[in-house]
C-alpha cells in the first residue's frame, strides 16, 4: 500500500537552532518526492522536490531535504530555523507522471520558541 | 498571477443540510483537484479532474459528494446532504502538469456542521 509516515506530530525547536523533520514513504514504485508547509490560514506551500539525480535537493526558505532509497526516507533540514517557520509541513509522494494526485502524510506541527 | 480561489472561506450549517464550495484554479492550469483535511491530518484526494473530465473520483463518496468542473475552468464541490463528520477543510489545488506533483493550493474551506 502507499502511505507517508512522519513520526512526529510535533516539534518545538529554539530560534537559531537547526531543525529535522522526518519522512518515511511506502511506494510500489519510484515515486517523486515532496515536501509543503501550510502556515495558519494559508494553503499548502511546495517547499522542495526530488524526482532523481543528487539525492540532496535545495528548496525555498533555506530548506533541503535527503532522499534516502536504503531507508525509504526523505527528511527536510534547514541548518538555522526562525520564529517565521512555524507551520504544519507535510511529506507528499507521487508517481512519475505529471497530474497525478499526491499522497501525503499526516503532517507534523512546527513551533518556534525565542 | 492570481493564485487558486476558493469561497466561501468559513461555512457553518445545520447537518442534513446542502453546502457547496467554489474553486477558480489558476489560468491555462487543465488540472485540477480537491481535497478533504480532516483536524490534525494531511490532505486527503476526493477528486481529480483533467480539464472537465474526472479522471480520479475514486474517493468521492458519491452518495453525498459531487462535483463539476463545467468549461474545464472553475468547479463546485457539493455535499447534500451534510453529516457531522464532514466537518472539515476542503482544500482546492490546481496543476499545470509541467512540474510533476508541483500543486498550487488554495487557502481552503472551513466547513463546520452542527
Known amino acids: 500500500a502507499q502511505s507517508v509516515t512522519q513520526p512526529d506530530i510535533h516539534i518545538t525547536v529554539s530560534e537559531g537552532a537547526s531543525l529535522e523533520l522526518r519522512c518515511n514513504y511506502s511506494y510500489g514504485a519510484t515515486p517523486y518526492l515532496f515536501w509543503y508547509v501550510q502556515s495558519p490560514g494559508q494553503g499548502l506551500q511546495l517547499l522542495l522536490k526530488y524526482f532523481s539525480g543528487d539525492t540532496l535537493v535545495q528548496g525555498i526558505k533555506g530548506f533541503e531535504a535527503e532522499f534516502k532509497r536504503s531507508q525509504s526516507s526523505f527528511n527536510l533540514r534547514k541548518p538555522s530555523v526562525h520564529w517565521s517557520d512555524a507551520a504544519e509541513y507535510f511529506c507528499a509522494v507521487g508517481a512519475q507522471q505529471a497530474g497525478t494526485a499526491l499522497i501525503f502524510g499526516k503532517g507534523t506541527t512546527l513551533s518556534v520558541s525565542s | 498571477e492570481a493564485g487558486v480561489v476558493q469561497s466561501p472561506r468559513y461555512k457553518i450549517i445545520e447537518k442534513k443540510q446542502p453546502v457547496a464550495f467554489w474553486c477558480n484554479p489558476i489560468s491555462g492550469h487543465n488540472t485540477l483537484y480537491w481535497y478533504l483535511q480532516n483536524l490534525g491530518q494531511g490532505p486527503e484526494l476526493l477528486i481529480r479532474y483533467e480539464n472537465e473530465e474526472a479522471v480520479d473520483d475514486s474517493q468521492l463518496p458519491k452518495d453525498r459528494f459531487s462535483a463539476e468542473r463545467l468549461k474545464g475552468v472553475d468547479s463546485t464541490l457539493k455535499i447534500q446532504p451534510a453529516e457531522l463528520g464532514d466537518s472539515a477543510v476542503y482544500l482546492c489545488?490546481?496543476?499545470?502538469?509541467?512540474?510533476?506533483?508541483?500543486?498550487?493550493f488554495g487557502e481552503g474551506s472551513r466547513l463546520t456542521v452542527l
Open positions: 489545488a490546481s496543476s499545470s502538469g509541467t512540474v510533476p506533483g508541483e500543486l498550487f
